[in-house]
């Protein structure tokens, strides 16, 4: 047989995606005249597509900062990490859906762009509040620094601690390079309609907003939140007592829909009166408002008294004589009153949300709900269950992904669990912490808690089993599951750890004082030496879960061996949404290639270290497109 050119072969990136380039490339698509012949950005026509004047501009509104540009750059810079799953920490690993990853949550989130990317409907974030005390984000994680929890300097348990006062002269700019790049990434993983809150208090509320502002789209402002997080008054700053704190709420898009709250037993004794037959009712105005966009109807209403209301009405006058036919019109106790409409309770679907929760829950409700679990002090600052369940319930379906990436002690993943159990959902949650060190004076340490992590698995490991017990001691719950088809509640959770790459391209280390030719020769050099060792084979199902995430599976992906294959082990990988037969050997049988005829249709993936050229010809002579190589 005559040998042909071998076609341009697929690869998956061994990296987190260029989002960079990827916002550069669909820039190009969408209007080439921005780049010029090399490709590059044409910034002056740039510059005129946006202006509407041509008039030199001297002055401008703009949000800025000492280290802005180098925040934007640690976002769209690419990981070379991987996550590695923990099945000892994890609970039912192989049925759950949900997910709990330790480590830095920049990294992270940029591993999870391509599997995740438009996926989750709502994100909560309790980050640092810039007390100075608090900031221990630095945006430093190096696999080739030997250990990445490693005891060195200034890290203690494996983690880096900074402080962040005022007297460093960056004090709202460490913050605001902190926060930045954290939620570029996270509105990538936002579906269209998906919602982000943000608690915040006054010392970054400011920068926030306005941040945000950049990144999502000031249009895309929906509201602040004022939530009293505290009873107890103190003299906290200034002689004030400061009670509550923020939530700032932000969309992707303006497609956002939020859902009407139900109609308190207080709200409709207030607005509502009974009729003789025990019917709840409210009188609601026809009357036109000044800029009411419907316009309005002029016409003249006379009322049982005789006295003539002349104005513009919402309704039309064939609707308002219906209304009057049906007696469901009110002119008041005097039945000389302007006309209002009656309304019945069971026609109301319920209210807006305020964005003043004054008696929803606190702090001091937090901590009891941990300290329930524990039966020690774990955290001094906690936010309650019932904060974030009515967030979530306010934009999240009943089958969505929340995400945390700032998790804390879990209480998002403990709500998550709860409103399931309330209406027999099938809510996500993927929560990422970074292995913060616990003080070792403190009740948590002495407890074996040597993390922030290890308390927040172990917060979601109690919270599902008592959830699970209380649903077995209710005949309701019991009954709400079987109605959604369901036998049990998802109150378990995969463990993955932010851990170094098994490809040698993503630890090598270039020597700075070495020159460009002189580091890819070396690369080279350490390549083949870890090939050699076979050092990406001794942990198989881990290269195929940072494959796999590479290639955009989610981590709750199923991996099956397949009996058929006898000379190499390959194996089918699954999603919701992709399918594709993996196989990471170090050679590729040629009985293998041969039986991968009766499979043309699905993709296969496997190391380009596998195939000889001979081999590389003929398995894309068979699969054609579907064959990727790493």
């Known amino acids: 047989m005559k040998k042909t050119k071998i076609d341009k072969l697929n690869k998956i990136s061994k990296q987190s995606p260029n989002l960079r380039q990827e916002i550069l490339d669909k820039l190009k698509k969408i209007y080439p005249p921005l780049f010029n012949n090399q490709g590059k950005l044409n910034q002056e026509e740039l510059e005129q597509l946006t202006k509407d004047f041509s008039t030199p501009q001297t002055e401008k ?79 430093n994680f190096s696999e080739n620094k030997k250990v990445y929890w490693e005891k060195n300097g200034v890290y203690r348990n494996g983690v880096k601690l900074d402080t962040n006062t005022e007297s460093s002269g960056r004090y709202h700019s460490n913050w605001l390079s902190m926060i930045y790049p954290r939620l570029l990434l996270a509105r990538n993983l936002l579906k269209e309609d998906g919602v982000i809150f943000v608690s915040i208090d006054d010392n970054e509320v400011h920068n926030l907003r306005k941040a945000m502002d950049e990144v999502f789209g000031e249009e895309n402002f929906i509201t602040t939140i004022m939530w009293k997080r505290k009873k107890e008054k103190s003299n906290d700053v200034k002689g004030f007592a400061v009670q509550g704190e923020y939530i700032i709420v932000y969309g992707k898009s303006e497609s956002i829909v939020l859902a009407k709250e139900n109609l308190s037993e207080e709200y409709i004794k207030s607005s509502y009166r009974k009729d003789n037959k025990g019917h709840y009712w409210r009188p609601v105005p026809i009357t036109v408002d000044i800029g009411h966009k419907g316009g309005g109807y002029e016409y003249e209403i006379l009322t049982p008294s005789g006295k003539k209301h002349k104005r513009l009405w919402r309704l039309p006058k064939k609707t308002y004589d219906n209304l009057l036919e049906k007696e469901l019109i009110y002119f008041g106790k005097s039945k000389d009153g302007i006309p209002q409409r009656i309304k019945f309770l069971d026609e109301d679907s319920g209210t807006h949300p305020s964005n003043y929760w004054e008696k929803l829950a606190t702090n001091k409700d937090g901590k009891k709900e941990i300290l329930e679990l524990f039966k020690f002090e774990v955290f001094d600052t906690v936010k309650p269950t019932k904060l974030i369940k009515k967030l979530f319930s306010l934009v999240s379906d009943s089958q969505d992904y929340a995400l945390d990436f700032f998790a804390g002690s879990g209480t998002t993943a403990h709500a998550v ?6 209406d027999g959902g099938n809510r996500k949650f993927i929560l990422v912490q970074i292995p913060e060190a616990t003080n070792e004076k403190s009740e948590a340490y002495k407890a074996g808690y040597k993390t922030i992590s290890d308390i927040c698995i172990e917060r979601v490991k109690r919270a599902g089993t008592k959830i699970l017990k209380q649903i077995q ?9 079987e109605q959604n088809n369901k036998t049990d509640l998802d109150v378990g959770f995969k463990v993955f750890k932010l851990s170094k790459s098994h490809f040698p391209e993503n630890t090598f280390t270039p020597d700075p004082e070495k020159s460009h030719k002189e580091n890819l020769k070396a690369l080279e050099t350490y390549i ?8 990406l084979f001794k942990n198989s199902i881990d290269l195929i879960y940072e494959i796999a995430l590479k290639d955009g599976f989610e981590l709750t992906l199923k991996i099956k061996k397949i009996k058929e294959f006898d000379k190499n082990i390959v194996y089918k990988i699954s999603d919701n949404n992709k399918k594709a037969f993996i196989c990471i050997d170090d050679s590729l049988n040629n009985a293998t290639i041969q039986q991968l005829e009766n499979h043309q249709d699905r993709r296969f993936i496997c190391l380009h270290t596998s195939l000889n050229t001979t081999k590389k010809w003929n398995l894309q002579n068979i699969l054609g497109s579907n064959l990727w190589l790493v």
């Open 61 to 139: 509104y703009e949000f800025n900062w000492a280290g802005k540009q180098q925040s934007k750059k640690k976002a769209f810079t690419k990981s070379k990490a991987t996550l590695k799953k923990d099945k000892k920490k994890s609970i039912n690993f192989d049925k759950t859906q949900n997910l709990i990853i330790e480590g830095d949550n920049l990294e992270v989130l940029k591993l999870l762009q391509k599997s995740y990317f438009g996926k989750i409907k709502c994100i909560y974030i309790d980050p640092p509040y810039n007390t100075g005390n608090d900031f221990i984000y630095s945006d």
């Open 528 to 535: 083949k030496k870890a090939t050699l060792q076979k050092t």
């Open 473 to 481: 001691d209710d005949t309701k719950q019991q009954k709400l599951l």
């Open 417 to 422: 669990m709860e409103l399931n159990k309330e």
